[in-house]
């Protein structure tokens, strides 16, 4: 198993000020002494070298700090500053940035993303290491019915990644828009689809929509030489570092860096609807697709409305 510093973000839903008593989900409170006396005896039990958490009550940070290490062998601290590997929450900040672009006029939710474009998706030269590249879409027409609500959650019938696939080319395994399958696939191609559509790379649309407006002044798509003086390592259960992966592609799903001091900016932005309207807001958290999904749970069958979730 591979342990890793962790951000956790938990929203709860009364109010409180900062470091007295916190109210819980069900509404019981807590104060900030015990709750980090609570957190060090799991992470101690689950051997967690180092972890970052904020709490929200009413919209606003009420708690946030952090524990542990970034290196634990280095014995070098995890501090709110400290980068770290922000992996499928780059989710949510792309979907955010998505429905920005769809308040602005520039984007339909439910048009075919192919039609933005003036040239078959499998036509544009691939300048990418390989999640540019559709070239095995050319006899495959169903990529062609792929919108950005499907993208975003989760129907696009794209795998999670290609190379899941046997012969590791990507191909829509299903038709779109009919059934849940988690795909970070279907992120890229609505990624890829933005940046050929507007003349921008991800990186600076989500530095123009939600870095900058946020001054989240530590977070990027990209792992930035800046980041190199304080980020956090991924560690193994011995309690030995991985090399830290900097590929250094951006891709929606998965490769932002953020620090917690950062992520809780994003949070409180979001809540108190500083990017996004509310009403944006509630339809990015509430999506009712088009679709619905069966999910079974041994003989248990139950039907439910697709969220557009990360």
């Given amino acids: 198993m591979v342990y890793f510093s962790t951000l956790i973000l938990l929203v709860s839903l009364s109010s409180s000020l900062f470091a007295q008593r916190i109210v819980r989900i069900d509404g019981s409170k807590i104060n900030s002494t015990d709750l980090d006396k609570n957190i ?6 689950a051997k967690v070298p180092g972890l970052a958490i904020a709490i929200f009550n009413h919209n ?11 290196n634990e062998p280095a014995q070098k601290p995890l501090k709110p500053s400290t980068n770290i590997y922000g992996a499928s929450l780059s989710k949510s900040v792309f979907a955010v940035l998505v429905m920005k672009l769809v308040e602005q006029g520039k984007l339909d939710l439910d048009k075919p993303l192919q039609q933005y474009l003036p040239e078959p998706i499998y036509d544009y030269l ?3 290491k390989w999640h540019d590249d559709y070239s095995s879409l050319k006899n495959d027409s169903l ?3 792929i919108t950005a609500r499907m993208c ?18 990507l191909k829509v395994l299903r038709v779109p828009g009919q ?25 600076q649309l989500a530095q123009e929509i939600i870095f900058d407006p946020l001054a989240m002044k530590s977070t990027a798509y990209t792992f930035l ?6 980020y956090a390592w991924g560690h193994n259960d011995k309690g030995a570092t991985y090399e830290k992966d900097k590929d250094n592609e951006a891709r929606a799903p998965s490769t932002m860096e953020t620090t917690l001091n950062d992520m809780s900016l994003f949070i409180e932005g979001v809540m108190q609807h500083s990017i996004i309207s509310e009403k944006s807001t509630a339809q990015l958290l509430f999506l009712k697709s088009a679709c619905v999904l069966s999910c079974r749970w041994g003989h248990l069958r139950r039907e439910t409305p697709m969220p557009m979730t990360t």
């Fill in 152 to 169: 975003l959650d989760h129907t696009s019938g794209f795998p999670n990644w290609r190379w899941d696939l046997p012969d590791q080319k």
């Fill in 60 to 70: 606003q940070a009420v708690y946030k700090k952090t524990f542990g290490y970034s």
């Fill in 225 to 230: 030489p800046a980041y190199e003086k304080d």
């Fill in 126 to 128: 691939h300048l990418k």
């Fill in 179 to 203: 059934r849940y399958s988690y795909s970070g696939e279907g992120m890229v191609y609505l990624q890829v689809v933005l940046e050929k559509m507007l003349g921008k790379s991800l990186e």
């Fill in 40 to 45: 060090r005896e799991l992470m101690h039990k």
């Fill in 143 to 145: 990529y062609q019915k």
